[in-house]
Structure formats: C-alpha cells, structure tokens
T-cell receptor, first 114, second 116 residues
Framework: AQSVTQLGSHVSVSEGALVLLRCNYSSSVPPYLFWYVQYPNQGLQLLLKYTSAATLVKGINGFEAEFKKSETSFHLTKPSAHMSDAAEYFCAVSEKGGYQKVTFGTGTKLQVIP | EAGVTQFPSHSVIEKGQTVTLRCDPISGHDNLYWYRRVMGKEIKFLLHFVKESKQDESGMPNNRFLAERTGGTYSTLKVQPAELEDSGVYFC??????????????FGQGTRLTVV
C-alpha cells in the first residue's frame, strides 16, 4: 500500500523567504512522486514529478523537490516566495508508474505574507 | 487546446436526490480518472477508465455511485440517492494512453457538491 504524509496543513512565509513544504511517503515499490498545486478557484496543476531519474527535480515557477530514499521524503522548496505562490499544495505518490491511481496527501495551504 | 472540463462547477442538492456530474477529458486522452476530496481530507481516487472500460473502480465508495464513459469520450458520475457524506469536490483528470510518451494527468477545476 502507498501513502503520503504532509507535515503542516498551513504554512506561512514572508515574501522573499524560503518556502519548504514537507512530504514523506510510504511505498512498497519504487514510487513515482508528484507535487500538485491548486490556486483558488482552479483545478490541480502539476508542479513537478519524480520518476526514478534525477533525484533533484525542477518544476515550474521556480519550485524544486529532492527525492531522498533513505528518508522517504520528497520535500518541496523554493528559494524566494512570491505573493503569487499562495495556494494549496499536494504531494502525491503512484506505485504503478505513470499516473494511475495516485494517492494524495491532505494538502498544505501556503500563505505568503507581504 | 481545451483542458479537462467539468460540469457543473457547483451543485447543491437535498439528501435523497440524484445528481450527475460530467467530465469532458482532453480530446484523444484514453485515460480518465475520477477523484474526490471530502472537506478537510485528502483527495481520494474513485475510479479509472481506459477508453470506455473501467480499469479500476476500487475507490468507489458504494453502489450509490455509478460512473459511465459512453463511447470512450466524456464521462458521467451519478450519485443516487445522495447522502450528506457525499459532499465534497469531485475532480476529473485525463491522460494519454500508455506508450504515447508523456502520460501526465491533467485535472479539471472540479465540481463542488453540497448535499443538504
């Protein structure tokens, strides 16, 4: 069985500060890992994905995530927060490869303080 | 190119009524998925179509939920009769078939269902 734990349902950062959203996963096989973002009144948008290639994955809007097998983590970071980054972020895992039956975390709402 | 489209965006119905949600995937996408997020909880997988066939429906909560994908194009998700605990946001996603390179799933905006 696969699962995802996101630490912190709400995270607040100052504009220009580092963004760190934590995600730990559990999977019985090598996983595919994803970060999705949902802006207000919009659908889910893929930020980045790990598919067993490079462990440091770069995504859109300056975000990146590092796959650490020893820590079963896939934390999302961005060096400098922008007001437009305020949204809800979801970490997700898929065991089957590709995008079938993705298991999501509970989400982290990011607030950016001016 | 149009993205995944879901109708309606919001629906408020009374307990015991029937509601039908619709999803139009991106044209040419063989895979279509339904997910649901109940208030404050994680987004949960409901089922997966490959063209018109149900590949995996292990996430469907009970037999009050019926999903169809006629002709392998759009899909409907019917809830009959609706219960209070069915309230939540229903997401649809689609992706290309296997072997076609990028299999990224694209999500719709979701349908917010409120059962009162």
């Amino acid at each position: 069985a696969q699962s995802v734990t996101q630490l912190g349902s709400h995270v607040s950062v100052s504009e220009g500060a580092l963004v760190l959203l934590r995600c730990n996963y559990s999977s019985s096989v090598p996983p595919y890992l994803f970060w999705y973002v949902q802006y207000p009144n919009q659908g889910l948008q893929l930020l980045l994905k790990y598919t067993s290639a490079a462990t440091l994955v770069k995504g859109i809007n300056g975000f990146e995530a590092e796959f650490k097998k020893s820590e079963t983590s896939f934390h999302l970071t961005k060096p400098s927060a922008h007001m437009s980054d305020a949204a809800e972020y979801f970490c997700a895992v898929s065991e089957k490869g590709g995008y079938q039956k993705v298991t999501f975390g509970t989400g982290t709402k990011l607030q950016v303080i001016p | 190119e149009a993205g995944v489209t879901q109708f309606p965006s919001h629906s408020v119905i009374e307990k015991g009524q029937t509601v039908t949600l619709r999803c139009d995937p991106i044209s040419g996408h063989d895979n279509l998925y339904w997910y649901r997020r109940v208030m404050g909880k994680e987004i949960k997988f409901l089922l997966h179509f490959v063209k018109e066939s149900k590949q995996d429906e292990s996430g469907m909560p009970n037999n009050r939920f019926l999903a169809e994908r006629t002709g392998g194009t759009y899909s409907t998700l019917k809830v009959q009769p609706a219960e209070l605990e069915d309230s939540g946001v229903y997401f649809c996603a689609s992706s290309q078939g296997a072997g076609r390179g990028n299999t990224e799933a694209f999500f719709g905006q979701g349908t917010r269902l409120t059962v009162v």
